[in-house]
């Protein structure tokens, strides 16, 4: 009787010994707890890139921007003849020009021309003059032919495609030239010059320097 006790007994502490043994081994889950708001999935946060931007500068005070030149073409300049003014002498008929540094074309059979002023052009080839009075200086006229020519003024130039019957000349430095003939010349001053391709008739010559022939 004593003996059954004691194995019941044994087997009861070995069966104890074995459930609190599986008690014991068995792991018990770990917890992990993490601070609210922080999950285990969450990504970290993407840093933010400032997009790119324009700035435009305006010139610094105090200095000067050239602009771009501005390229233009110049008009072409105009010759003598395309400013020159046009006179008609109708049959004996007067005419007056003045003025500096201009151009005038005449035409017809002039009684009476005057040309007074300075750096005078006068195209009178396709005209006959009856009397041409010139006073000032540089006057230039070139003419078909003259019967009188007075000449008052320095540095001028007279020349006729024909013949001229007077030539009265006051000045220095002057020209007149016919191709025709000279019937009378009277000069005064210095360093003139007139000349006939078919002669020059009488000269009274005053001066220094004074050409006749």
Known sequence: MTTRRFAAAATGALLAGLVVTACT?????VETRLPPGY????????????SPSVVTTSP????????????????APSSPTDDAGVLTCADGESRSISGAEQTVRLSGTCGEVTVSGSALAVDASGAT????????????????????????????????????GRVDLSGDRSTVEAVGSIDTVTVRG????????????SSTVEGRGNQVG
């Not at 999950?39 to 400032?50: F, H, I, L, N, Q």
């Open 25 to 29: 081994a068995q792991p018990q889950p």
């Open 60 to 75: 610094a005070p105090g200095v000067e921007t050239t602009p771009a030149p501005v390229v233009t073409a110049a008009p």
């Open 129 to 164: 003059i009856g009397t041409l009075r010139i006073s000032g200086d540089r006057a230039r006229v070139t003419a078909k032919g003259i019967d009188t020519l007075v000449v008052q003024g320095n540095d001028g130039s007279v020349a006729s495609a024909g013949a001229i």
């Open 190 to 201: 210095q360093d003139n010059v007139v000349r006939a391709a078919g002669g020059v008739g």
């Open 39 to 50: 999950g285990a999935s969450a990504s970290p946060p993407a840093a933010s890139v400032p």
